[in-house]
Structures are given as C-alpha cells and as structure tokens.
C-alpha cells in the first residue's frame, strides 16, 4: 500500500506539472508549482509543533517525571537515536494520544485523561499508548518524506485510509511487543477513562467477528483508525493480523 500509495502521489504530482506547463508555459509557474505542496507540507507541520509547544506542558524530569521515564526507556528498547519530545494536551479532546515530527524533533502528544491531579491513572496504560506512539516514530510514520510521498493516496477513497489503518496496527504490534502488560489501554478509547475499567474487552474483541453490515462495512472501508472492535481483535489473538479492509 506504501508503494501504491508513493505511485499515485507521483502521478497526480506529474499530471499536474504538465497541466500548469501547458497553461502557463512557463518554467518558473511550473517550477513553483513544483515546490508548492512540499512547502505547504512544511508550513502545516511546523505550525502543528508549533502549537504543542506553546500551548501544551512539556513532559520532562520535573513535569510528570514518571511519564518522561517511560517515554525515555521505550525510546531507548526501539533503537531511537534521539527520545522524542512529549507534552501533555489539556485542552478537551478524546483519549487518544499522537506522534508527529517536524524538522529533525519528533514529539508524541498524551491526553490529559492519563493523568489524575497529576499523577498517573494507571501507568501500564501509559506504557502501552506511549509505546504506540513510539512505535510510530521508529516505523518511519512520522517522516516529512514519507508524509509528502503519500499525500496523493490521500485523494483516493480509500486508499489512504488503508494505510492509515495498516500503520495504525504496526504501531501496536511495537506496543504489544514492549508493553504487553498495558494492552488494556485500548479500553480507554472506548470507554473513556471513567468507564475503560468496566469495559469487557474479550467482549469488544468478539463482535469484530459477528457485526455485519453493509453501512459498517462502509465506515470501516473510510475510517483513518481501525474501529475498537477490530483494533481489540487483533491485540487479543496474536496469531491473525489486523483486519486493514474486509
């Protein structure tokens, strides 16, 4: 899906160099038109870090110091030449967590709701979420190259979903492998961290199995994230892969 996905960035990216050398006929518009998308890339990226490190707390050895540990020993166990940036998001948002990259910085963003009046809610859950993100970061996910060379598969229904969603699983596949212990925390993005304790995800698991539907089928198909369901599914029974489309 990478590959396909490289293959149509680089046509949609040749068809529209010819359309604005046959409109203009100009070297320099086509030129322009040639930097303008990696440019804009760049700017959108930039201003994304930019935010988190003006608005969100820094984790560090003095801000939530047991969250810069976890962060730095996974950074360490995947081989990461350089630990991540990480900030804690505080304005609402869901329970899910990200990675990003801009320049040289890599950085992962963690809800709030991992935390308790500062203290970790269940440090297991954190290991396996930061792991996730981590894992990003050491597959390559968060690359500029990689991120400019998919764009055009973005424009393709479906088809940069898939990779989103395939990428999605081989971040978990890293966190599975060094923090088995927190698999749970996919709980949390169901359940939110009120409810995730009383959530059943054996039962949550099962029904990737039983629910049918063209409808869901469809949301499936469009979705950036495996569901719960399926993302459940595939950390409970190792011995299958993740359910990327049917």
């Not at 963690?110 to 996730?132: I, K, M, Q, S, W």
């Amino acid at each position: 899906m990478l590959a396909l996905g490289v293959t149509v960035t680089l046509t949609l990216a040749a068809v529209l160099l010819r359309l604005v050398w046959t409109v203009s006929g100009s070297p320099l518009w086509t030129a322009l038109a040639l930097a303008a998308v990696p440019l804009a890339c760049w700017s959108v990226r930039g201003l994304r870090y930019a935010r988190e490190r003006a608005e969100s707390v820094r984790i560090s050895p003095t801000q939530f110091p047991e969250a810069y540990r976890v962060v730095v020993e996974l950074a360490r166990e995947m081989g990461l030449n350089r630990t991540p940036e990480a900030y804690v998001r505080t304005r609402p948002c869901s329970a899910r967590a990200d990675a990003a990259a801009h320049g040289l910085r890599r950085y992962l963003v963690l809800p709030d709701t991992l935390f308790d009046r500062g203290e970790l809610r269940d440090r297991d859950a954190l290991a396996f979420l930061v792991a996730h993100q981590v894992g990003h970061v050491a597959a390559g996910h968060t690359g500029y190259w990689r991120r400019l060379a998919t764009l055009g598969a973005d424009l393709v229904p479906g088809l940069g979903a898939a990779l989103s969603r395939a990428a999605e699983y081989t971040a978990d596949d890293h966190a599975h492998a060094h923090a088995p212990e927190g698999t749970h925390a996919v709980r949390l993005l169901a359940g939110g961290p009120a409810l995730y304790p009383r959530v059943n995800l054996g039962e949550m698991a099962a029904r990737a199995h039983t629910d049918r539907g063209c409808s869901l089928l469809l949301y499936h198909l469009l979705s950036h994230r495996p569901s719960n369901t399926r993302r459940m599914a595939a950390l409970r029974d190792r011995a299958r892969r993740g359910r990327v489309f049917l």
